[in-house]
């Protein structure tokens, strides 16, 4: 049956606005405690099986480095823990003699004479060594997955090098530098000191390293200090 155009009924009213949608405010993954938040980092590791379990987890700690600890604060935190804790053995295995190492800032609230560090809130660590422990096991992460990939890849000894012959020892003297230049109040880690204060801020010191000398290196404000 066909209606004419007159007959038919009028087609319903449409809102004048669309109602704003509603957010959602519920509890996420990134707000679990720093514990809890581990303990699911952790269950993304396969069970130890003797044929490729092993290889297995070497792809799981290449996917924390280059993924997962991108996501946010809380499991950059996670992921580092775990991947520190299961490289700092290779690490220090690689360190060169007679050169020390530390890159853990297990001691940075005593260095910077009992007080906090303005870092310490950050996911930088004051330990400027650290930085050459994450450069190692993005390396080292790579370089496993690459080895069970093939047998025709070599690891690069080169790469390695790079790292325990020059930026390793050059880290652990400017976290030396620190470390007695805070005790005996020549620096500070504070980046911008109280007026009336002598101390050299800790940020603008480097260290210049190689195998016949070494220099430090302070980057002047103008404002403040005269070169």
């Known amino acids: 049956m066909i209606l004419p155009d007159d007959k038919r009924a009028p087609p319903p009213p ?18 679990l405690p720093s514990n809890l938040l ?8 396969p069970p130890c099986s003797p044929v490729e379990g092993h290889e297995l987890q070497r ?8 993924g997962l600890r991108l996501v946010n604060r809380g499991f950059y935190i996670a992921c580092m823990h775990i991947l520190r804790s299961t490289y700092v053995e290779a690490y220090f295995s690689l360190v060169k003699r007679p050169y020390s190492s530390d890159p853990f ?3 940075s609230i005593e260095a910077s004479g009992g007080t906090e560090s303005p870092a310490s809130s950050s996911i930088q660590s004051i330990q ?12 080292k992460t790579r370089e496993d997955v690459w080895l069970d990939e093939t047998d025709l890849h070599l690891e690069r000894e080169e790469s390695f090098n790079d790292l325990f012959a ?4 050059r880290r652990r003297m400017e976290d030396l530098l620190r470390y ?5 109040g020549y620096i500070t880690i504070s980046d911008s ?35």
């Open 105 to 107: 800032p297990l001691c």
């Open 166 to 169: 020059l930026m390793q020892p």
């Open 59 to 66: 792809r799981n700690l290449y996917w924390l480095t280059v």
């Open 193 to 227: 000191p109280p007026s009336g204060q002598t101390a050299i801020p800790f940020s603008q010191l480097t260290v210049s390293f190689s195998a016949r000398k070494v220099r430090l290196l302070l980057r002047c404000h103008p404002s403040s200090y005269t070169c």
């Open 180 to 184: 007695f230049g805070v005790r005996y």
């Open 14 to 31: 449409y809102p004048s606005a669309v109602p704003p949608r509603r957010s959602w405010d519920g509890p996420k993954l990134s707000d």
């Open 38 to 45: 581990l303990h699911v980092v952790e269950a993304t590791f």
């Open 128 to 139: 400027r060594e650290t930085e050459v422990l994450d450069h190692f096991i993005a390396l």
